[in-house]
């Protein structure tokens, strides 16, 4: 299924009719045609009117104090008959942290954190069509303000398979609801068929990058710092394979076998620092298995 990602200004919402109601003089208003895509809007008087008691969901995990709102999105658990609404005026939306850090190429993910600061739970309905990174747009920009991203410079609607998907959360006082969104430390762009391509990794240094969703009026600005992948010297791979080699085979026999390989495969494919710190420095079987090597794009 193709989605692509849609500006902030261009979010598609799209709204349901309303029921008639069943008796009464008032003349039945005029409903919109199946499928009209409309802007959100932010004026109370404006706002989508929130689904009825009848149309909440029941389902417990929907309800809480620590939602993960990407995790009830694919499950469809929370989803509803019903439009979406701006945040209740209790509700903050926010960047859990305004600077990230990544090796160039790699995927790290960004959270936005919607809190209700109020003393009553709060109820939220949230647009995710097509998955909530389709709804927002990014700009990152270099040290000199320049963009250098493509995403969202064309037209490209959302898939008509996965637009007008709504989630139901009701949020406990002081609770918070997370939405999590990929940030790659390489340049995106976006293909005549509206398909998002493999680009360059950004060069190490210090970017910005402004977050517009439609959960918020303003948008948020992070930090992006980008490093270099630091790889373990060669000339290190000796000791590293021995070091290592001693915690994965207490079998003093099959060790130098497990030695020789491990020096092997270090001098060949070169393991970044990290992981061969993570592992040189792992206290016990599990702590070695656990130990992950970065996984950048081919």
């Known amino acids: 299924m193709r989605c692509c990602r849609k500006s902030f200004s261009h979010a598609r919402w799209i709204a349901v009719p309303l029921l008639a109601l069943a008796c009464g003089g008032s003349p039945k208003p005029a409903e919109p045609a199946e499928g009209t895509l409309t802007s959100p809007a932010w004026s109370e008087a404006e706002s989508p009117v929130p689904p009825t008691p009848q149309e909440t969901p029941r389902d417990p995990q929907c309800t809480g104090a620590e939602l993960n709102a990407n995790g009830l999105a694919r499950s469809g658990l929370c989803d509803i008959e019903g439009h979406s609404a701006p945040l209740p005026k209790e509700v903050t939306a926010s960047l859990l942290r305004t600077s990230v850090t990544a090796i160039a190429g790699q995927v790290v993910d960004v959270h936005i954190v919607l809190r209700n600061t109020g003393t009553e739970p709060a109820e939220l309905f949230l647009d995710h069509s097509c998955g909530f990174e389709n709804l927002t747009t990014k700009v990152l920009r270099d040290a000199g303000k320049n963009r250098l991203d493509r995403v969202g410079r064309k037209d490209c609607p959302l898939d008509a398979d996965c637009v007008g998907q709504v989630a139901h959360f009701t949020l406990s006082p002081q609770g918070q609801a997370t939405i999590t969104l990929p940030l790659a430390a390489s340049v995106s762009v976006i293909g005549d068929a509206c398909e998002e391509l493999p680009g360059r990794a950004l060069s190490p240094g210090i970017y910005s990058v402004e977050w517009q969703t439609p959960y918020a009026k303003e948008s948020f600005v992070s930090s992006f710092k980008v490093t270099k992948l630091e790889r373990l010297a060669?000339?290190?791979?000796?000791?590293?394979?021995?070091?290592?080699?001693?915690?994965?085979?207490?079998?003093?026999?099959?060790?130098?076998?497990?030695?020789?390989?491990?020096?092997?495969?270090?001098?060949?494919?070169?393991?970044?620092?990290?992981?061969?710190?993570?592992?040189?420095?792992?206290?016990?079987?599990?702590?070695?298995?656990?130990?992950?090597?970065?996984?950048?794009?081919?």
């Open 234 to 298: 060669r000339s290190k791979c000796k000791s590293y394979a021995s070091i290592v080699a001693k915690k994965a085979e207490p079998d003093i026999k099959l060790r130098r076998g497990v030695e020789r390989e491990l020096r092997a495969t270090c001098e060949s494919q070169q393991p970044s620092q990290a992981f061969a710190d993570c592992r040189m420095n792992a206290k016990t079987e599990i702590e070695l298995a656990n130990c992950q090597e970065v996984q950048l794009p081919r």
